[in-house]
C-alpha cells in the first residue's frame, strides 16, 4: 500500500479542505454577526467610548445685602488640571510646567500624594490660575497633552475678613461631605465646589444651581481631541441669587471699629421684623483664601491660632451673660408679680448681701443704698438681685428662664448654632456636680453667674424681646422668611416700660455706661455685664466684656438692637458699650439721612477736643465735670 | 510571459495570492500609524515593513533556487541550531513591546528576531524527512512517539518563554502532518484527548464523566487498540487532569486573565478584557462596509490596542467592514486551499508533508489571529501571516512560501 497514492491523497486533502472550511466559516459568521446583524450596537459602544462629559460648573447664586449690594458674586478663573498618569510622567510634566508657572516642589509632593491616594481623578495643579500662565501653556498645547484648561467661576468676597463668619466660603466637595446626608441628593459629585461654613453652606441648594455638560472627544488616554460636536452643549444654570438682611456697610463698620487685639462679637438686629443687620466675629479670616482650595500653610495657621480665628463667636461662643441677665430676673418677678416697679428691697446695698454663712458681694464696694428696680438696672446693683431672685425662688427661676428658651437654639439660619446652658430643674446640680443645690444657688444665677451660659446671638434675641412687645422672632440672615414669634417673655406693656426705663438708667448721666453710650441724635437703652469666668476668678485674665441694648431716636421706637461681647474686655460699659453706641449710631445716620461720622459718642468728642454742644444742650446742668 | 514568471517564482497563483495580501498588509500598517497623537512604534512603521519586505522578495528568490536535496538535508543541522537558540532565548531572550515579560526575542545590536520563527521552519523540514521516508502508516503510540518528542521539544521551550500562540502553531504542524502521513483521525483524537482532559479538568464531575466515556470508547472501540495504547491514553488523560490545577497557577496572571476574559470579557473591562472589549467595538462599529480605510476611530482615539500587530484586523474590520473582513477570510481560505491543492498534485512524499506543515502553522496563525478580534479563541500573541507588522516574521513567511513552492514544483 502506497502511503502517498494520488487517491489517498485527494482524499486527505477533502477533509482538509473541510476543516479549512469549517474554521474559515466559523470566522466569517462571528464576523458577520459582530458587523452586520449587531453593528448598531457596537457603533453606540464606540462614540461611548470615546465620547466624554466635561461638566460646565455652574456660577453660584450671587449674595445681596439688604440694600441690593453684592457681597458675593463669582469672577471666571481658569483652572489647570493634569490627568492621572504614572507618578514618574507627573512628576516629569509638573516639572516642565513649572517652567510656565510657580510649582514648588512642596506642591508637587502634595499632588503626588493626591494622585497615589485617589488615582483616577484629575490633579488640580492650580484651581485660579493668571491669565499669564493660562497664555503660556495653551501656547505649548502640544508639549503638554494631558494639561487641561477650564473655565470655572471663581467666588468672590467683597467684605473679605468682614463678612467672612457669617458668609463662610466654599471649596471642593470632600469624599465625605459626598458620602453625608447633607449632600444626598445625587446632583452632587466629586469636584464640584460646594458651601462649607455659613450662609454659603446653610443654602447650598438655592446656591449651586445646575452644572453643564459638554461633551469631548478623548483618546484612549484621556487626552481631548476636541469638541463633539454632535451632542449639544447644555450650559447649565446659575445659582438662585439670595438677598440677606446683612447692612454690608454696617458689617464692615464694625470691621472697621471693633479693637483687632480683642476677641469677640456684635450682632446688630432690627427690631422690626428680627433680621440681622449684622453678624460679626473677631478675629477672623479671609474666606476669599479657600475659594481656590486653601494652602495647607494658612489652613494650618488658621487651625493653630489660640485665637481661634474660624469659630464663630457669635453664634458659637458661650459666655456667661452676667449683669445683661439682670433683665430676665427683673421680668421673671414682674410676671410673677413678686415685686413691684416701684418697691425697693428690704435690706439695702452696702456693697455685699449675707445669705445663710456666706456673704453675697456687690460689684461696686461702696453700695448703692436702697434702689427701686429701675435703678436697680441703672447702677448694676447685685444686692438688689439677689433679693430679688430670693423672692422669685430657685424652682420658679429655673422653670421660667427654661420657659422663655434660654437652653434652646434660637434657630438662626447658619449650619452651626451652640446652645444655651441653662440648669431646667434642681437635677442639673447633681449630675454636673454630684450635689443637690441649696436655695442660695439662686443667688448667683439671678445676676447671671452660675451655670449659666448663652450665646451672644441669645441675648440679641433676648434684647429684640425687649426692644418689641416681649415677643421676638428667630434672628434670620436670608430676607423675606415668613417667622413666627419664636419667644415670647409674657411681659405686660407697663412691665416692658419699667425695665426699659432701668435701661435708660445705665445709659443716663450716673449710669454705668454713659459716657460711652450719649450720642448726638440717638437714645441707647441698654445693659452692661462684666462676666467672671474660671480664669478672672484666679485672677488669670480679665472678665469679659458685655453690652446688649436698642437705640433708636429720642423718645421713639428703638430702631436697632445690638449686642457686643468682648472676650477678657474686662469693662462692660467701658469696653463694649461704645462699640454698641457706636454700631447703633452708624446704622441709624444712614437710615435717617444723617451724614455719618467716625467721631460718635460723647467719648470720642472729648477725646479729641471739647465737649460737643449738643450735649451740654441736652445736659445744662452738667454731669458733675466726668469724662 | 506566463512561462517565465513560471520560471522564476514556480508557481505564480500562490506568490501572487501573498504578494497581495502582503501589500494589504502593508497598506493596513500605514492606516494603523494614522492616529490623532502620533507614536513612534506605529508612526512610519509600514516603511520598515516595506524594507523587510524587500529583503523577504530577495531571500524569497534566493531560497526558491535552493534544490530540494538540499532542503532535506539542511533540515537536521538547521533543527538543532534552532533549538539551541531556543534554549538561549530562555537565558539571554528578551521582549518586545507590550509583551515585555515574554523572553522570545534574541537581540544583537539593534537587530532582533524571533528563534521560534525558524524553529518552526526546521521542525517542518525534519518531520517532514522523518515521515517521507516510513512506508507504513504510524497506527501506534509508540509510532507516534518520535513525531511527538520531535515537536514537542522546540514547543516546550517555546511554552517556558512563554509564548502559547508560537506553541499553538506547533501543534497545528504537527497535527497537519500526522494527518497526511496517514496516522488513523482516531488515533489523532486520542493524542489529542489529554489536551481536552486537561481544558474540563477545571471541573471534577465533568472531568470523572469525560474520563468514564473516553474508557467505554476505548473499550468498545471497533478500532480495538492494543492494551497498552488504551493505558496509556487514560494515563496521560488522568495525569492531565491532575496536573492542570497546578499548571494554571504556574501561569502568569495575565495569561490565566486571557482565558477567563476569553469566556467573558466583561469581567474586568479595564484590565484583561480591555483588548478583546475594544477590538470588538473596533470591528463591530466598522459595520457592513466599514468607516474607510484610515478612517476608524476606534484606531485613531488609540483605543486598539496592538493595532499594527496582533491586532491588524481589528483595523481591517473597522476600515473596511464586513466586506473587507470576509475578502481578507477568503484570501487566506484561497492561500491555504492552495498549499493543500499543491500538496494533492506532488507525488513527493516530502514536498507534500512539507506544504502540510507549512499549512498547519498558517491554518493556526490565521484562525487564532483573526478569531481573537473577535472573541473566537482567547487572545494569545500570534501575529497574522503576512499582514501584521514584524520583520523576522515576514521574512520567515516568505522563506516558508519560498520552501513551499520550491517542494512542490521540484521534477
Redesign the interface.
Known amino acids: 500500500m502506497n ?2 497514492h ?1 487517491h ?3 482524499q ?2 477533502r ?3 473541510l ?3 469549517l ?2 466559516g ?3 459568521v ?3 454577526r ?3 446583524l ?2 448598531d ?3 453606540l ?2 462614540e461611548s ?2 465620547i466624554r462629559q466635561l461638566p460646565i460648573p455652574a456660577p453660584r447664586g450671587t449674595i445681596y445685602d439688604r440694600n441690593g449690594q453684592i457681597i458675593a458674586d463669582n469672577v471666571p478663573g481658569y483652572a489647570i488640571t493634569l490627568l492621572p498618569g504614572p507618578p514618574d510622567s507627573i512628576r516629569a510634566t509638573l516639572k516642565q510646567m513649572s517652567q510656565y508657572m510657580e510649582i514648588s516642589d512642596a506642591r508637587i509632593e502634595d499632588l503626588l500624594a493626591f494622585l497615589r491616594r485617589y488615582g483616577q481623578q484629575p490633579l488640580v495643579v492650580d484651581a485660579d490660575a493668571s491669565f499669564r500662565v493660562v497664555s503660556a501653556l495653551q501656547e505649548r498645547r502640544t508639549e503638554f ?1 494631558t494639561v487641561h484648561i477650564e473655565m470655572r467661576p471663581h467666588r468672590r468676597y467683597f467684605g473679605g475678613e468682614a463678612a467672612a463668619h457669617l458668609l463662610g466660603y466654599v471649596g471642593e466637595i470632600t469624599s465625605e461631605e459626598l458620602a453625608s446626608s447633607d449632600f444626598a441628593q445625587n446632583r452632587y459629585e466629586q469636584g464640584m465646589v460646594v458651601g462649607k461654613t455659613g450662609i454659603e453652606k446653610q443654602y447650598e441648594s438655592i446656591l449651586q444651581g445646575r452644572r453643564g455638560l459638554k461633551y469631548v ?5 484621556g ?1 481631548i ?1 476636541g469638541d463633539f460636536a454632535a451632542l449639544r452643549v447644555d450650559p447649565g444654570e446659575g445659582g438662585e441669587s439670595l438677598h440677606l438682611n446683612i447692612d454690608m456697610e454696617l458689617q464692615e463698620w464694625i470691621h472697621h471699629i471693633f479693637p483687632k487685639s480683642l476677641s469677640g462679637a456684635v450682632i446688630a438686629l432690627d427690631p422690626a421684623d428680627g433680621g440681622v443687620l449684622a453678624l460679626y466675629s473677631n478675629p477672623g479670616y479671609d474666606p476669599n483664601d479657600f475659594v481656590s482650595g486653601i494652602s495647607t500653610q494658612v489652613w494650618n495657621d488658621l487651625n493653630n491660632d489660640e485665637r481661634k480665628p474660624l469659630f464663630n463667636r457669635a453664634v458659637m461662643g458661650l459666655y456667661p451673660p452676667a449683669s445683661t441677665w439682670k433683665l430676665a430676673t427683673a421680668g421673671i418677678g414682674l410676671d410673677l408679680g413678686v415685686i413691684t416697679p416701684d418697691e425697693e428691697m428690704p435690706v439695702p446695698c452696702t456693697g455685699s448681701y449675707a445669705f445663710g454663712n456666706r456673704s453675697y458681694r456687690c460689684w461696686n464696694p461702696d453700695g448703692h443704698g436702697f434702689n427701686n428696680l429701675a435703678e436697680a438696672i441703672g447702677n448694676s446693683c447685685d444686692v438688689y438681685f439677689y433679693q430679688l431672685g430670693l423672692r422669685v425662688g430657685l424652682d420658679a427661676l429655673l422653670r421660667r428662664s427654661t420657659d422663655i428658651g434660654f437652653s434652646r437654639k434660637c434657630g438662626i439660619d447658619l449650619p452651626q448654632e451652640s446652645q444655651g446652658i441653662f440648669p431646667a430643674e434642681r437635677e442639673f446640680w447633681e449630675r454636673q456636680f454630684g450635689y443637690a443645690p441649696r436655695e442660695g444657688e439662686v443667688l448667683p444665677l439671678s445676676i447671671g453667674q452660675g451655670p449659666n451660659s448663652q450665646t451672644p446671638l441669645k441675648i440679641a434675641q433676648f434684647y429684640l424681646a425687649l426692644a418689641r412687645d416681649g415677643s421676638a422672632p428667630s434672628p434670620f440672615l436670608a430676607r423675606d422668611l415668613e417667622l413666627e414669634d419664636a419667644w415670647a417673655l409674657d411681659l405686660a406693656p407697663e412691665h416692658i416700660m419699667s425695665l426699659h426705663e432701668g435701661l435708660r438708667n445705665v445709659t443716663s448721666p450716673g449710669g454705668t455706661a454713659h459716657f460711652g453710650t450719649s450720642l448726638e441724635y440717638w437714645e441707647v437703652r441698654g445693659k452692661s455685664g462684666t462676666a467672671e469666668h474660671g480664669l478672672s476668678q484666679a485672677g488669670l485674665a480679665e472678665p469679659h466684656a458685655w453690652f446688649a441694648g436698642m437705640a433708636g431716636p429720642f423718645g421713639g421706637a428703638p430702631g436697632i438692637v445690638v449686642v457686643v461681647i468682648v472676650e477678657y474686655g474686662e469693662s462692660g460699659s467701658g469696653t463694649a458699650a461704645p462699640i454698641m453706641a457706636k454700631t447703633a449710631d452708624h446704622y441709624l445716620r444712614r437710615q435717617h439721612g444723617i451724614p455719618v461720622d467716625s467721631v460718635q459718642t460723647y467719648l470720642d468728642h472729648v477725646r479729641i477736643g471739647p465737649v460737643p454742644t449738643w450735649y451740654r444742650e441736652r445736659y445744662p446742668t452738667g454731669v458733675g465735670g466726668i469724662r | 510571459m506566463r512561462r517565465r514568471l513560471k520560471k522564476w517564482i514556480l508557481d505564480p497563483t500562490l506568490v501572487f495570492a501573498v504578494l497581495g495580501v502582503t501589500f494589504f498588509g502593508m497598506a493596513m500598517i500605514y492606516s494603523a500609524g494614522v ?3 502620533p507614536n513612534e512604534v506605529t508612526q512610519g512603521a509600514w516603511i520598515r515593513q516595506g524594507m523587510w519586505f524587500l529583503l523577504a522578495i530577495i531571500v524569497f528568490m534566493v531560497v526558491v533556487r535552493i534544490p530540494v536535496r538540499w532542503i532535506e538535508w539542511i533540515a537536521v543541522p538547521s533543527y538543532a541550531f534552532s533549538i539551541l537558540l531556543l534554549a538561549s532565548t530562555l537565558v539571554v531572550g528578551t521582549g518586545a513591546g507590550t509583551a515585555a515579560g515574554v523572553k522570545s526575542w534574541i537581540r544583537i545590536g539593534s537587530f532582533g528576531f524571533q528563534p521560534s520563527e525558524i524553529a518552526k521552519v526546521a521542525t517542518i523540514l525534519l518531520l517532514a524527512r522523518f515521515l517521507s521516508q ?4 504510524l497506527s501506534s503510540v509508540q509510532d507516534l512517539l518520535f513525531p511527538a518528542l520531535l515537536v514537542g521539544f522546540p514547543l516546550a521551550l517555546v511554552v517556558l518563554q512563554p509564548d502559547l500562540g508560537t506553541a499553538m502553531a506547533f501543534g497545528g504542524i504537527l497535527f ?1 502532518m500526522l ?4 496516522t488513523p483521525v482516531i488515533l489523532l483524537l486520542l493524542i489529542a484527548s489529554p489536551f481536552l482532559g486537561l481544558i474540563l479538568s477545571y471541573d471534577t464531575i465533568i472531568w470523572s464523566g469525560y474520563i468514564l466515556v473516553l474508557v467505554g470508547f476505548l473499550y468498545l472501540s471497533r478500532y480495538r487498540l492494543l492494551l497498552f495504547e488504551s493505558v496509556t491514553v487514560v494515563l496521560a488523560n488522568l495525569a492531565a487532569g491532575t496536573v492542570s490545577r497546578p499548571l494554571w497557577n504556574r501561569l502568569a496572571p495575565y495569561q490565566q486573565n486571557r482565558i477567563l476574559v476569553f469566556l467573558d470579557p466583561e469581567v474586568d473591562p479595564r484590565g484583561a478584557g480591555y483588548q478583546l472589549i ?1 477590538s ?9 462596509t466599514g468607516q474607510g480605510f484610515t478612517l476608524g ?2 484606531k ?4 486598539l490596542p496592538e493595532q499594527h500587530t496582533d491586532f491588524i484586523f481589528s483595523v481591517v ?1 473597522e476600515e473596511l ?2 466586506v473587507g ?2 475578502l481578507g ?2 484570501a ?2 484561497f492561500i ?2 492552495r498549499l ?2 499543491m ?2 498534485r506532488t ?1 513527493d ?1 516530502f514536498a ?1 508533508l512539507v506544504l ?1 506543515g507549512i ?1 498547519g502553522a498558517w ?1 493556526t496563525h490565521v ?1 487564532v489571529n ?2 481573537m478580534t ?3 479563541v482567547p487572545i494569545t500573541g500570534i501575529p497574522l501571516p503576512f499582514v501584521s507588522y514584524g520583520g523576522t516574521f515576514l521574512l520567515m513567511c516568505w522563506v516558508s512560501l519560498a520552501i513551499a513552492v520550491r517542494v512542490a514544483h521540484e521534477r
Open positions: 502511503l502517498y494520488p489517498a491523497r485527494r486527505r486533502a477533509s482538509v479542505y476543516i479549512i472550511g474554521l474559515m466559523i470566522l466569517t462571528a464576523f458577520f459582530l458587523q452586520v449587531r453593528s450596537t457596537w457603533e459602544r464606540a467610548n470615546r497633552p472627544e478623548v483618546d484612549a488616554r487626552r481631541i | 492616529v490623532y497623537i516510513r512506508k507504513e502508516p497537519a494527518y497526511w502521513a496517514g475594544q470588538k467595538v473596533a470591528v463591530g462599529s466598522g459595520g457592513f476611530p476606534q485613531r482615539y488609540d483605543f474590520g467592514g464586513f473582513t470576509a477570510i477568503l487566506f481560505s491555504l486551499v493543500v491543492s500538496a494533492t507525488p512524499p507534500g502540510l499549512f491554518l484562525f483573526i478569531g473577535v472573541g473566537v
